[in-house]
């Protein structure tokens, strides 16, 4: 495990909604982090689907980290807005995002991510995310 | 309760993320309804506050119930999209959601959601969000 | 004129596509701003009707200036993003745009506008923004 | 010229802003449009720049045309919902929006655009920007 993947882990480890929703990091690259989660019985919509929520959260996640992954060693990361349109319903086996600084900045990292439903090996694009994270001073 | 609450909170029961979430329905009036969630220890970022997912997916289901109200009985009412800015902390005894439709339509309804933290009493705004609700024919 | 309103004027007197719209600054108070426009032969979309150009011209300049009468005098406010919902068809005699700070910020101000058309006195609400506005270093 | 571009520039050359802005067509296919305009004098913000009206204005227009691509032809397109955001100064010779679909359907069309600004010859992106398009019957 590579110093990059190892500090993303260690963030990502004591974001306890990950853990609740079985999220697990996937790949990290500079600029890009990768999320993947199952479709939860308690993670779901009145339909059965992937609750909206499900799927904003690991959106917001891969691309918060995939932020985090060109800020410096002692900042952390915060969103400060994200916009999600959902395209396709949260159906499948498991749903995976990929989150990728578009704008990496002192101040603002503009960021966007894609969220994909997998079905028997097969993807589908069911949402995309655009938005702004911040860096913060990490609080050790 | 009335007819309009009963089916709100009908839905709402079916929505397996609030339960996980402890996400609570609390007012159901024409074109608004409020959520409460606490801050459980499972639905946090990595500084221990709220995750941006908790407080989106309240302030997304308030805003969704928000356009069922205003939607046909026979319907269902899906997130098309859903854009949120966070203000401050998620930190606080309870975060509350409330939403509102800004414009009823017969296939878009136009929705915004204030997210509150409450500590000892107190609230502060700690995010708004802004978006789109689509009806969709309630399967069964 | 107060001095606020003064450094406002001075500056929206500086965007020039203000003046191509036709817009002119109406109130200024602290943490909101009015926009008017008509709506010109010039400024519409393929069916007559206000472009959505016009509208968003005019809610991210209200937004924008409701921000700058939070910021200090040595700053200029640009927009880091904004999104918006257009609710109604852009006709009527004119546009109203109103701009209003939700969070003031050093780094970060989080703006909302309205945008009202306007038809023989009477106002439709056509639009709903939201968006981050960031100070920066006024050029001399 | 083929039919599909035939038919986008008609509605193009019927959108008056686009000629206030000095904004041209550019190229079309199934699913992607360009448009490109020069930062008019009169185009600008306060600080001499392209107003993120200007940016805006070619950004909706290059997806929504890219959305109308993919629509029946009794259609007309308008825009439901657009966000933006600015990752860099409007400043150069030219900007180019370039829209595109990335998920079509029947009552709703997502889209996204880049807008770069173009400086001797070289491209830099200043802005991304996500949102809805919808259908609309074409009134003659």
């Not at 990091?25 to 609750?51: D, K």
């Not at 589908?124 to 938005?131: C, D, K, S, V």
């Given at each position: 495990?590579?110093d990059l993947t190892e500090r993303i882990q260690r963030s ?61 060693e ?67």
């Amino acid at each position: 495990m590579t110093d990059l993947t190892e500090r993303i882990q260690r963030s990502f480890d004591r974001q306890s909604l990950m853990a609740t929703l079985g999220a697990t990091l996937g790949s990290v690259a500079p600029g890009t982090v990768t999320i993947s989660a199952p479709i939860l019985a308690g993670a779901r919509q009145q339909q059965g689907l992937a609750h909206a929520g499900l799927i904003f959260s690991i959106a917001d996640s891969a691309a918060g980290y995939s932020a985090l992954t060109q800020m410096p060693e002692s900042s952390e990361v915060v969103t400060a807005e994200l916009k999600i349109n959902l395209l396709a319903p949260g159906a499948g086996d498991a749903l995976i995002a990929r989150g990728r600084v578009v704008k990496p900045g002192r101040r603002l990292v503009i960021v966007t991510a894609e969220v994909h439903a997998v079905s028997d090996g097969q993807e589908t694009l069911i949402a995309i995310a655009q938005g702004t994270m911040v860096p913060v001073n990490a609080s050790r």
